[in-house]
């Protein structure tokens, strides 16, 4: 079968070893660990094999795959899946981050695979699909913005004189022997 990106990318790769551009494709079946606990998921990796020289070796398709799989494994949204998310929201990046409060550097490391979002950021992410819920989040940041800026004054408790006073002279009760 020949992968998407061979077609793609076909004048561009060449055997690492003998420079071959004639390459065939495959996908290779392999059991990738992942995470500190050994877990492992078993994914279809594809691979360029060179028919002049007989070596096999992985391109960034193959980067991505592996990714893709390893969330798909931990129940996470993958990198593409959240690009889309945010895409389809007309958002750049950075007014993304702006409306979320995640940080611009954290969506771009989600985005190209560097990093892996937590359970609670997934979520939220997930809820940002749906068009509601970032209506809502506008009318949010939009209330934030209109909050009094100047330090109000600290809440104080304020006491009667009386009160003062039964407390100035309280003392434990002697226990009856
Ligand atoms: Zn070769």
Redo the contacts with the bound molecule.
Sequence with gaps: MMSKYLEDNHQHI???????EN?TSTFQSEDIQYGSSGKSVTVDIPVFI??????VFSGEEAETVIHDAICKDMGVLTPSEITEIRRKLGLSQEKFAELTKIGVASIKRWESGKTIQDASKDTYLRLLAIPEVMDKLERINNKAKQLPTKKEPKFRSQFSPATISRAENFQLRRLAA
Excluded: D, G, V
Aim: net charge negative; aromatic share 8%.
């Design positions: 060449c055997c690492p070893l003998c420079e071959n390459l060179c028919p002049s020289c007989s070596f």
